[in-house]
Nanobody
Framework: QVQLMESGGGLVKSGGSLRLSCSAA????????MGWHRQAPGKERYLVAG?????????STSVEGRFTISRDSDSMSNTIYLQMNNLKVEDTAIYFC????????WGQGTQVTVSS
């Protein structure tokens, strides 16, 4: 079981920005991919963005152009970031970090709330 620590959620007005972080212990991995899913109340969890071991990002069409996923430049680091710009009310959800290593491992989630 990989331990993932998330931070950066909060409350922001529509059009604002937030940055999420997700870290795993240095001795974990390497991970074939890391990223974020989100789950809004009453809805299913779905992929928002991910980044492969090679550094290739991928996004849900609902966030492409507004969200940017990146990885810490330290090659020994297992930290990723999700920069979220031009946030919309519909981005409100719990955001869950994941890391693929022997299966998909999940963080506890961090709440993002966007007000109108």
């Amino acid at each position: 079981q990989v331990q993932l620590m998330e931070s950066g959620g909060g409350l922001v007005k529509s059009g604002g920005s937030l940055r999420l972080s997700c870290s795993a212990a240095r001795e974990e991995g390497p991970f074939s991919a890391m990223g974020w899913h989100r789950q809004a109340p009453g809805k299913e969890r779905y992929l928002v963005a991910g980044i492969t071991r090679g550094g290739a990002p991928y996004y849900s069409t609902s966030v492409e152009g507004r969200f940017t996923i990146s990885r810490d430049s330290d090659s020994m680091s297992n930290t990723i970031y999700l920069q979220m710009n031009n946030l919309k009310v519909e981005d409100t959800a719990i955001y869950f970090c994941f890391a693929d290593y022997g299966g998909r491992n999940w963080g506890q989630g961090t709440q993002v709330t966007v007000s109108s």
